[in-house]
């Protein structure tokens, strides 16, 4: 018997391109389809997982193009197809060549640290005030949709004043977090993503590394001290300072997500939840961002807490803690 059609879509490196196009129109055009941004990568991850380089690379030439023509600017094209589907198609390939997942979630983490901080650094030294100009590229999109709404709904004075106020204040805020919240929110889409790609490889003959469990998961205990470093750091500090440390410690609190993640994958094994459920608070995670703060929190105080002994059968504490 064939295996159902989803699992084969990185036999043909072509086709996975522009499915990855695919993924990408539907979820910039429709937005109730916006979900399927969280799956750009997986088909660049299944056809490096199942292609030598000089094969799999045929798969960034439609989804490179496509995006092209989705917007002339040349500079959106290229981020999207270096860091949604050439870096998946070369973490596809160190599945192939034998790579665990957890050295790709590594690899990951370190490189999205260190462009976010070579990027603000660099902002830093040649004088740009990075926050400012966020800010600045975000204010033509409030006017816009502050002169549309005049225009079509003819909205009152009052409405007006405390639509702006509002987003303003959302620009004031996105302005400061912004690069982190772009690199998190990428690392967690590819990690995720690297995580589906080895079992769906798995499950297709694809000789792949052995599953690591995510129960066991844990996040090095050194990390936690970057975290406070930068959280210190945005504390007692004004300006650029103050915008290093909030970025930096936005993204290093994000391994801390697959920690808590593991607490509830623990949970749900030893009491044995029924799949169904767990997909379903899978999905959640999707769609419930306060989830995702509630794993992030979960995670960095069982640094400490080490809350998966008090249901786990070994009560020992890890080696290290």
């Given amino acids: 018997m064939n295996p159902p059609w989803w699992k084969e879509i990185g036999r043909h490196p072509v086709a996975a391109g522009f499915l990855g196009l695919a993924f990408l129109l539907l979820s910039t055009r429709m937005p109730l389809l916006m979900p399927l941004q969280f799956f750009?990568?997986?088909?660049?991850?299944?056809?490096?997982?199942?292609?030598?380089?000089?094969?799999?690379?045929?798969?960034?030439?439609?989804?490179?193009?496509?995006?092209?023509?989705?917007?002339?600017?040349?500079?959106?094209?290229?981020?999207?197809?270096?860091?949604?589907?050439?870096?998946?198609?070369?973490?596809?390939?160190?599945?192939?060549?034998?790579?665990?997942?957890?050295?790709?979630?590594?690899?990951?983490?370190?490189?999205?640290?260190?462009?976010?901080l070579g990027i603000i650094l660099g902002s830093m030294l040649f004088g740009l005030d990075l926050q400012a100009a966020l800010q600045a590229s975000m204010e033509p999109v409030r006017d816009h949709l502050l002169a549309d709404m005049q225009e079509k709904a003819q909205a009152e004075a009052l409405l007006l004043a405390q639509t702006r106020a509002f987003l303003d204040q959302m620009i004031e805020t996105l302005s400061w977090v912004f690069p982190s919240a772009f690199l998190s929110t990428w690392f967690l889409i590819q990690s995720g993503n690297l995580w589906m790609a080895r079992n769906v490889l798995e499950r297709t003959g694809q000789d792949v590394p052995k599953g690591e469990g995510l129960s066991d998961f844990r996040v090095p205990f050194f990390l936690v001290w970057a975290v406070i470093a930068f959280g210190v750091l945005a504390m007692v500090t004004q300006g650029s300072g103050r915008f290093l440390g909030v970025n930096m410690l936005l993204f290093l609190t994000m391994p801390y997500f697959f920690q808590g993640l593991a607490i509830i994958q623990s949970l749900f094994l030893r009491y044995t939840l029924h799949p169904f459920l767990r997909g379903l608070f899978y999905a959640l995670l999707i769609v419930r961002l306060e989830l995702n703060l509630i794993l992030i929190l979960l995670g960095l105080f069982d640094t400490w807490l080490d809350v998966r002994k008090y249901f786990n059968r070994a009560d020992a504490d890890p080696p290290g803690r």
């Fill in 40 to 116: 750009l990568p997986l088909p660049f991850l299944l056809a490096g997982g199942r292609h030598e380089l000089r094969r799999a690379v045929w798969a960034l030439l439609p989804f490179g193009v496509g995006a092209s023509l989705l917007d002339g600017n040349l500079l959106y094209p290229a981020i999207m197809s270096v860091m949604f589907a050439a870096v998946p198609l070369a973490f596809g390939i160190s599945l192939r060549n034998g790579w665990p997942v957890t050295l790709g979630w590594s690899l990951l983490f370190a490189g999205g640290g260190v462009l976010l």
